[in-house]
């Protein structure tokens, strides 16, 4: 069966340091994938998806950048946080057959300080 | 693009009773409605989800329905349980090879004993 992992769960970061949220996907080949961000008490937006290897797409012009060095590895990054990226990050995975069904990891919950 | 509009924000029923939750979208276009439910500190789950050549599906005691003409689709959770309590996202979506989910606002169910 299919799993996905996030880390860390939690992470405490002081504005203006550097960011890096990973998430891994097991039982699957070639998976879409996604990040979401979502604020305290909200919905969830969209911030990149990636259909492969190196084919990113942003969603939301910001702070942020993804990258995917493996298949089924996807980096979620910034060079300098700024106070309004605090939020609970989520990955997602959808496989190719049935792209529209998506699946959530557990999330990594961001303080900026 | 796709919006899509979640009501009611807050819900509070008696256990035991049935709860509904209501969406509505934009796009005519899309023809992919899951549901997710989200608990405390906790990624979304995918709980069920319709196709738009479905009027309506049944899976124990939830059930959703879709009204393409009108352009909504509901959650119905009939004896309803504790546990039931969490967020509750509906989301609409394109069939593509890298489907973007716009999900609603979400609904935080309460069950009260």
């Known amino acids: 069966s299919q799993t996905i992992h996030q880390w860390p769960a939690t992470l405490v970061q002081p504005v203006g340091s550097p960011l890096s949220l990973e998430c891994t996907v097991e039982?699957?080949?070639?998976?879409?994938l996604y990040w979401y961000r979502q604020a305290a008490g909200r919905g969830l937006q969209l911030l990149f998806y990636s259909i492969g290897i190196d084919q990113i797409s942003s969603e939301v012009p910001q702070n942020l950048s993804a990258s995917r060095p493996q298949d089924r590895q996807f980096i979620l990054s910034s060079k300098k946080l700024l106070l309004s990226d605090s939020g609970f990050y989520l990955c997602?995975?959808?496989?190719?057959?049935?792209?529209?069904?998506?699946?959530f990891g557990p999330g990594t919950r961001l303080t900026v300080t | 693009g796709e919006n899509v509009e979640q009501h009611p924000s807050t819900l509070s029923v008696q256990e035991g009773d049935s709860a509904v939750i209501k969406c509505t979208y934009s796009?005519?276009?899309?023809?992919?409605f899951p549901w997710y439910k989200q608990e405390l500190g906790k990624g979304p789950q995918l709980i069920i989800d319709?196709?738009?050549?479905?009027g309506e599906k049944k899976d124990q005691r939830i059930a959703v329905t879709l009204n393409k003409t009108a352009k909504h689709f509901s959650l119905h959770i009939t004896e309803t349980q504790p546990e039931d309590s969490a967020v509750y996202f509906c989301a609409a979506s394109r069939y593509s090879s890298a489907s973007k989910i716009i999900f609603g606002s979400g609904t935080r169910l309460s069950i009260r004993p």
């Open positions: 997602a995975w959808s496989g190719q057959s049935s792209s529209y069904e998506q699946y």
């Open positions: 319709i196709r738009s050549n479905v």
């Open positions: 796009d005519s276009a899309s023809n992919y």
């Open positions: 039982g699957t080949s070639n998976p879409n």
